[in-house]
């Protein structure tokens, strides 16, 4: 056997984490799964922080927390598993430095998507000033529905953004009101990171979210977007 007919790798590499995209058989491969934090002034309140434009902070998600199987096993070591749903934001360019009025050329489309959060685990994490990865960084925590092309919907900036357990309204807002919208959030995150092609970004919540148990229907919704509805498992 020669050198190029051996493995190259000295374990079987994990599947590309991927989602599906709207209206078509074609997948999108998930490189970084980023997050804003308290991007909605009402969801900081309710988590007992000032509402007022502090600078926006983000934490990261593994790609493989990503699934698109309308499943969410509930995960183990916690007692209180939270829902979040979130505008995601799908990149097809990277770059760095980005110019706010360039940022928008770089997104390849949009979809819905749940930061699921142990949330007990991450108040526990916050309380020693320790990582969050405990509460938001496990196994399933970011289902998310197909992806729509900004090239057939455009870029999103207003719509509703919803989200029900078992035909029960829990969240409600408006994409309008992220403190931080779109473009800034792509610029600062560039300032920071070489952004890559396949990166998602999770843009935030709105007020209103609680703990989910197995058997739920979770049931979120975006103005204009197909339905993502979850079942806890």
């Given at each position: 056997m020669t050198e190029s007919d051996s493995p190259r790798y000295v374990i079987?590499?994990?599947?590309?984490?991927?989602?599906p995209v709207q209206g078509s058989d074609r997948l999108f491969p998930v490189n970084?799964?980023?997050?804003?934090?308290?991007?909605?002034?009402?969801?900081?309140?309710?988590m007992g922080h000032d509402p007022d434009r502090e600078p926006p902070f983000f934490f990261l998600k593994s790609a493989d927390c990503v699934t698109a199987d309308g499943?969410?096993?509930?995960?183990?070591?916690?007692?209180d598993v939270q829902h979040e749903v979130e505008l995601v934001v799908a990149l097809g360019l990277g770059g760095r430095d980005i110019p706010v009025e360039a940022a928008l050329s770089h997104?390849?489309?949009?979809?819905?998507?749940?930061?699921?959060?142990?949330?007990?685990?991450?108040?526990e994490a916050k309380k020693l000033g320790r990582p969050w990865e405990i509460g938001?960084?496990?196994?399933h925590s970011a289902p998310c529905g197909p992806l729509s092309p900004a090239s057939e919907i455009g870029h999103p900036a207003a719509g509703a953004i919803t989200l029900d357990v078992n035909g029960q309204r829990r969240q409600s807002g408006d994409l309008n009101q992220?403190?931080?919208?779109?473009?800034?959030?792509?610029?600062?995150?560039?300032?920071?990171?070489?952004?890559?092609?396949?990166?998602?970004?999770m843009t935030g919540t709105p007020a209103g979210v609680g703990a989910v148990s197995p058997g739920d229907l979770i049931q979120a919704r975006i103005a204009g977007?197909?339905?993502?509805?979850?079942?806890?498992?």
């Open positions: 079987t590499p994990p599947p590309q984490a991927a989602l970084r799964v980023f997050c804003i934090g308290r991007n909605y002034a009402a969801h900081a309140v309710e499943t969410f096993p509930y995960p183990p070591g916690s007692q997104v390849w489309g949009y979809g819905i998507g749940l930061d699921m959060t142990r949330r007990d685990l991450q108040a938001k960084n496990f196994a992220m403190i931080w919208k779109i473009p800034e959030v792509i610029a600062t995150l560039s300032r920071w990171f070489q952004l890559q092609p396949g990166d998602i970004i977007f197909a339905a993502l509805d979850i079942r806890v498992t």
